[in-house]
């Protein structure tokens, strides 16, 4: 009778480490019912067409199945461990491969900004680009003159290519965009702006969940330099930089052709925007570089708003200049709100900081002949 509390602590012991370890055993599948039933909960409730009545109704069924199918009761064979889990994938399985599948559209009610896919055509060292976008805005980034026109560039006169930042507010991300610039006979030069943006149907606002699950189309802007600019300076209260980006002028054309190139395909077969793996920055990089870029971006690349320190740490920014004088000169805010509209392209380059864009290292290959 003396033992008793002895053999009493032992089982308790027992007990508690039993407990523990199912926890711990438990705890990796929980996690991994709770990411997947709630990812496909929130793709169906934020269907492609837009979340509404139906589709928060058809999300809310499918996590109750999921719930039921996990805790409930179930008939027969269903209710063993291995039927459960069986269900289970199969439905997580089904929305996927939804979710995959689903086409972006081609045609759509889209707001006027991104009404227009832009066409191209080469003819020799020429090249044609029909649906540039050059709105005249008035009092508001909604309050415009719609104008679309169509241009011919030379592209033996290709001589600049800048790299845009644009700051809404947060700092590790930012918008992107590429403007080209081509010499006149006369010695002036002419720009024309690449802005890769989500493509939004008339009413749709932008986030950065729904541009995770498709809410989305992508599309690639081509626009005069007065538009993509101002209506972010003078309209949207952002704080824009541009860098001068260096490189030889046949890499330069090779740039401006994988655009056009790119925004062709985009037009014959639309893509999903995507905020993680296909978005301003991120397509920017990976048109430039081609497949060097991952599908999932390291999170160097990804935060995009670090580029610019990135670039200086490295010595590809700036040079002789300290980080501080680099973002300061590179910023055309201010300038391009005094800008006279007949020379806003001149008047957004009184200073000049440059930047080169090291590509990602080549995988090692252990050929040591490279």
Not at 35 to 41: E, I, N
Not at 180 to 197: A, L, P, W, Y
Not at 216 to 227: G, K, M, S, T
Not at 283 to 295: K, M, N, S, V
Request: proline content about 5%; hydrophobic content about 45%.
């Amino acid at each position: 009778m003396e033992t008793a509390p002895n053999v009493d602590r032992i089982t308790g012991r027992r007990g508690t480490v039993s407990l523990l370890v199912g926890i711990a055993w438990r705890t990796p599948f929980i996690i991994l019912w709770l990411a997947l039933t709630g990812w496909c909960a929130t793709a169906i409730a934020l269907a492609p067409r837009g979340p509404d009545a139906v589709t928060w109704s058809l999300a809310s069924l499918f996590a109750f199945a999921c719930v039921q199918v996990a805790l409930g009761p179930l008939p027969g064979w269903w209710r063993t461990r291995g039927a459960r889990w069986a269900t289970l994938v199969a439905l997580w399985a089904a929305v996927l491969a939804w979710f995959w599948f689903v086409p972006a559209p081609a045609d759509a009610d889209w707001q006027p900004d991104v009404r227009e896919t832009p066409t191209f055509h080469f003819h020799g060292d020429e090249l044609t680009v029909s649906g540039i976008r050059n709105f005249r805005y008035r009092t508001s980034d909604t309050d415009f003159e719609e104008v679309w026109t169509e241009r011919t560039y030379d592209m033996t006169r290709l001589r600049t290519v800048d790299l845009f930042f644009s700051f809404w507010g947060p700092k590790l991300i930012c918008h992107n965009f590429v403007s080209f610039g081509f010499e006149r006979t006369d010695g002036t030069m002419e720009q024309v702006v690449v802005s890769i943006e989500a493509r939004k149907r008339r009413g749709q606002e932008y986030s950065a969940i729904g541009g995770l699950f498709r809410q989305f189309p992508l599309i690639y802007v081509w626009a005069d330099e007065r538009d993509v600019v101002r209506v972010r300076t003078d309209f949207r209260g952002e704080t824009v930089r541009r860098y001068r980006v260096e490189g030889r002028p046949e890499n330069l054309r090779i740039l401006l052709e994988r655009f056009a190139i790119e925004s062709s395909e985009l037009a014959h077969a639309p893509r999903w925007y995507n905020a993680v793996t296909q978005s301003c920055g991120i397509d920017i990089l990976r048109t430039a570089w081609g497949q060097r870029i991952p599908l999932i971006p390291s999170p160097k690349l990804l935060f995009n708003g670090t580029w610019e320190r990135d670039a200086w740490d490295e010595g590809r920014m700036g040079e002789g200049l300290r980080f501080e004088e680099a973002l300061q000169r590179a910023d055309i805010t201010a300038d391009a709100r005094a800008a006279d509209i007949r020379d806003f392209s001149r008047a957004i380059r009184q200073r000049e900081v440059t930047m080169r864009m090291a590509p990602p290292a080549a995988p090692d290959t252990g050929d040591s002949r490279r």
